[in-house]
Nanobody, 123 residues
Framework: VQLQASGGGLVQAGGSLRLSCAAS????????MGWFRQAPGKEREFVAA????????TYADSVKGRFTISRDNDKNTIYLQMNRLNPDDTGVYYC?????????????????WGQGTQVTVSS
């Protein structure tokens, strides 16, 4: 499975961005999915996780109510809509997939990773 993340950029505080994560290859092997982010000098942290093709999504407390996952199963694509962004949301955002039939908040639980897309929120 190959994952391609895109949609990052520079935005002012209070603005919005939508990230995309497109899967290709043996997509039937991708069941769980997650988004993580890493700020400079910090560890990778959980953002959201769930199943690739449907079901409940778990969000980190820091993004709950502002970020939303949506899916386009025909395109094998996951979207992360990010609203009311603030400078603390700055970082490289990674999408991930795993063969297990459940998402995970632990980045080490994932089998496949996208290359990351930079999100910068200015104050």
């Amino acid at each position: 499975v190959q994952l391609q993340a895109s949609g990052g950029g520079l935005v002012q505080a209070g603005g919005s961005l939508r990230l995309s994560c497109a899967a290709s290859g043996r997509t039937e092997s991708a069941y769980g999915m997650g988004w993580f982010r890493q700020a400079p000098g910090k560890e990778r942290e959980f953002v959201a996780a769930g199943l690739w093709r449907g079901g409940r999504i778990t969000y980190a407390d820091s993004v709950k109510g502002r970020f939303t996952i949506s899916r386009d199963n025909d395109k094998n694509t996951i979207y992360l809509q990010m609203n009311r962004l603030n400078p603390d949301d700055t970082g490289v955002y990674y999408c991930a997939a795993r063969r297990d039939f459940i998402g995970s908040v632990a980045w080490g639980a994932y089998d496949y990773w996208g290359q990351g897309t930079q999100v910068t929120v200015s104050s």
